[in-house]
């Protein structure tokens, strides 16, 4: 549901609806073959222990926010709270009316059907009622940050029949939540790398979860029956200012961008697990699953100003503005500014993706002496999705020559966006006075519709795959796993493209794959083991990668367009690992690992600046390698005379060389690939106090965020330490406290180009 994402968003999936996370490092045939770093399977709670009734509510603080001024929104809804614009935000119905008569032409008489051209007047009359619509919300308001409060409620039990259990699990959580990033510096750059764009942006987004879990388990001799129910919200509200220096004209420039955002996702799942023998040794696994995942961003604000800098100096203009004051309380910093036309705006955007998966496997014991086993696994899965994604922009228009309808001293927009509708006294409402919303360009703002015929589009998959695994254990010693995974993907995506008359673009993927997977694992003894893995996996453009279509990454308030041309890519992976199992607590393992690429696909840079510059896009490299080494561990000490404390240490760590071949550019790290990873995890615990204290230290080293292209120079994300404290207290069996420290080293999130 958030298409500026490749990873699933885990935000959906609260601690209190999991089970258990197995985590697999090496692709088996079972697992999707886009499984090129893993595997992740989330298992949700179903047949608790013991009977559950948990309640827990939580406050938090962060220091420089909460209790500070911040601005925010001025468009707010009564069910903002909970993260449900109650359709404050939503398009007025009026405005598609109104565009799709100036497109055509043409006007419908409501009453008798009659269809009549339009003249001048009523053209006039149309942009001036739509612009009337628009005028509102632009300019932001100012509070002081609430603190963050998070609530959740869990309930499970276990009632045992004769011959059956039937077990039930529910959960629903709440959270709301404000952050900030202040001393944001953000800069585009020329081919020939000189600075263009040059702003200093501050940026603050309240952030809601709301999420309820059901599940229903029905045991019965040598049958489990489960249903499991997901609904999942996550709303972001985000408003950033920018000051500084635009790259097209070098002019003094303020923009600012209001965004909402609500992500939905609802699941429903039937499954079950059957044996089919008396002896136990033949299983089946099964699913059904109904999901629908939503994203629903309404009435995306945007405008800038501008001044010639020999107006106002960009840089004086930067080290003085301040970010929690209104404009208008500080507008002797500004001389000379314009609200530039082209640039204010409102997008309406919503996605739905509508997505069936079924799947089942089928598991057979071959046969068990003791020391020798083997098993034989083979199933099948069905996906299909849809996706609708419709996107609509709206602004104003004004004849360019009159700038002077566009000056203000204040920098509001409500000073050069207004009527005069019930208005005597204000300044250009007097008689035959000029500026404002107007039917006439020459004479004021008016309406105009800006979407683009790329701006949405449609898509589909068909995503069918069947496998085989053969797993043998010879006396203990040694272990052989294989199989292969055949793989039919069809996905569909059309567009439309922006040159010649607008014809669609359509992007096909339809190409089947054979996975082969084979390991090797030596039980060296009964502490120690070697395991050698080899397999092929693929990375497959998605919808929104495919689509000839942009969107916003919300992170980094930057355009993403997608790119219709992308080719599968192609992943050989191997690896060697060695894990030690010193007790039950101890253990310690080390690993080679290597991919080679083939088209690995990659964000790149779009070369431009002003308000087209800051954009990415994707493009297929020729190919890559990666190889590195692997490091985890974890040891406890016992302590005390009862050894009723202890002391544990875990770690892992990673360090990874990368390099991808790309046609006319040198040799470079892979997009997204760090040259290491560490984390580092100090934990103490008083088990008969009661008392716990966890210490979490994590730090990745320098990757390209985005690539460079046209002479343009990469952006690297430059390494960042990241310390956590969380201490636990278990007053009694029925309450606990818990309290979190989070980035209290307070370092910056640094990005660098060139």
């Known amino acids: 549901t958030n298409p500026s994402k490749r990873t699933v968003p885990l935000d959906l999936f609260p601690s209190n609806f999991v089970n258990q996370l197995d985590i697999k490092k090496t692709f088996l045939t079972p697992m999707p073959g886009e499984s090129t770093g893993g595997n992740l399977v989330i298992n949700t709670k179903t047949f608790p222990d013991e009977r559950v009734r948990e309640l827990s509510m939580q406050g938090g603080f962060t220091t420089g926010l909460t209790g500070e001024t911040i601005f925010v929104d001025p468009l707010g809804g009564d069910f903002d709270v909970v993260g449900w614009d109650d359709g404050t935000r939503r398009e007025d119905a009026a405005l598609s009316v109104i565009s799709e008569f100036l497109q055509s032409g043409e006007a419908i008489d409501s009453e008798t059907g009659q269809r009549f051209a339009l003249d001048d007047f009523t053209e006039g009359e149309l942009r001036r009622a739509g612009a009337l619509l628009m005028q509102d919300g632009f300019d932001p308001q100012f509070k002081a940050a609430s603190p963050d409060a998070k609530f959740g409620l869990n309930f499970g039990d276990l009632f045992l029949f004769d011959e059956s259990v039937l077990g ?178 409102r997008r309406y955007d919503e996605l739905v993706d509508d997505n069936l998966d079924l799947s089942a496997q089928l598991s057979w014991d ?121 793989e039919t993907y069809e996905q569909t995506t059309d567009t439309f493209s922006l040159q010649g008359e607008q014809g669609a673009v359509q992007s096909v993927i339809d190409e089947d794959s054979f996975l082969p997977s084979l390991g090797v694992n030596w039980f060296i003894n009964d502490t120690q083991q070697l395991r050698l893995a080899v397999s092929q996996t693929v990375a497959r453009p998605d919808f929104k990668e495919a689509a000839n279509a942009t969107f916003y990454d919300n992170e980094f308030n930057f355009r993403v367009r997608g790119n219709p041309f992308l080719e599968i890519s192609d992943i050989i992976n191997a690896d060697l690992r060695w894990e030690w199992y010193l007790s039950e607590a101890d253990s310690l393992s080390v690993a080679l690992f290597y991919k080679d690429m083939d088209k690995p696909i990659e964000r790149v840079v779009q070369a431009a600046s002003g308000t087209a510059g800051n954009s990415r896009t994707f493009q297929n490299s020729d190919s890559a390698e990666l190889y590195g080494v692997e490091v985890d561990g974890r040891f406890e000490f016992l302590l005390g005379d009862g050894y009723d404390q202890s002391f544990f240490l875990a770690f892992n760590a990673a360090f990874i060389e990368s390099e991808v071949s790309a046609e006319n550019q040198p040799s470079r790290a892979l997009q997204g690939q760090p040259e290491y990873t560490a984390n580092i995890i100090f934990g103490y615990d008083h088990l008969s106090a009661g008392h716990q204290l966890t210490v979490l230290l994590n730090q990745n080293g320098k990757s390209i965020a985005d690539v460079g292209v046209s002479g343009q120079p990469d952006v690297f994300l430059e390494p960042r330490l990241d310390l956590n404290l969380v201490y636990r207290f278990d007053i009694s069996d029925a309450l606990t406290v818990k309290a979190k420290l989070e980035n209290l080293l307070d370092k910056k999130v640094e990005y660098t180009q060139g």
Request: aromatic share 14%; hydrophobic share 35%.
């Open 168 to 345: 039930v699990y529910a959960a629903m959580n709440y959270s709301n939540a404000w952050s900030k990033r202040e001393n944001g510096e953000r800069y585009t750059y020329e081919s020939q790398g000189e600075i263009a764009d040059n702003f200093l942006y501050r940026q603050y987004t309240n952030m809601v979860e709301v999420n309820g879990f059901v599940s229903v388990g029905w045991n019965i001799g040598d049958n489990t029956f489960e249903w499991n129910t997901v609904a999942s919200r996550v709303t972001e509200s985000q408003l950033e200012r920018s000051v500084g220096q635009e790259g097209d004209e070098f002019q003094a420039l303020l923009r600012q961008t209001i965004q909402w955002e609500e992500r939905q996702y609802l699941s429903t799942q039937f499954a079950g697990s059957h044996f089919l023998d008396d002896a136990g040794s033949v299983l089946l696994d099964w699913q059904a699953t109904l999901s629908q995942a939503d994203r629903y961003a309404p009435d995306r604000r945007e405008f800038d100003f501008t001044a010639a800098a020999s107006a106002t100096d960009p840089g004086p203009l930067k080290a003085q503005y301040d970010f929690q004051k209104a404009n208008d309380q500080q507008s002797n910093l500004f001389n000379g500014f314009i609200l530039e036309p082209g640039t204010i705006i």
């Open 366 to 486: 071959v046969f068990d002496n003791g020391a020798s086993f083997s098993q034989l696994t083979t199933g099948l899965q069905l996906i299909s999705r849809e996706r609708d994604s419709d996107s609509a922009t709206y602004g104003f228009n004004v004849n360019q020559v009159r700038d002077d309808l566009l000056r203000t001293d204040s920098l509001l927009v409500s000073d050069v966006v207004y009527t005069c509708d019930g208005t005597a006294t204000r300044s250009g409402c007097d008689a035959g006075g000029q500026g404002g919303i107007s039917n006439s360009p020459n004479t004021g703002l008016v309406f105009v519709d800006k979407t683009l015929a790329s701006d949405s589009y449609d898509a589909e998959l068909k995503y069918n795959s069947a496998y085989l695994m053969y797993d043998h254990t010879f006396e203990s010693v040694w272990q052989v796993v294989f199989g292969g995974r055949y």
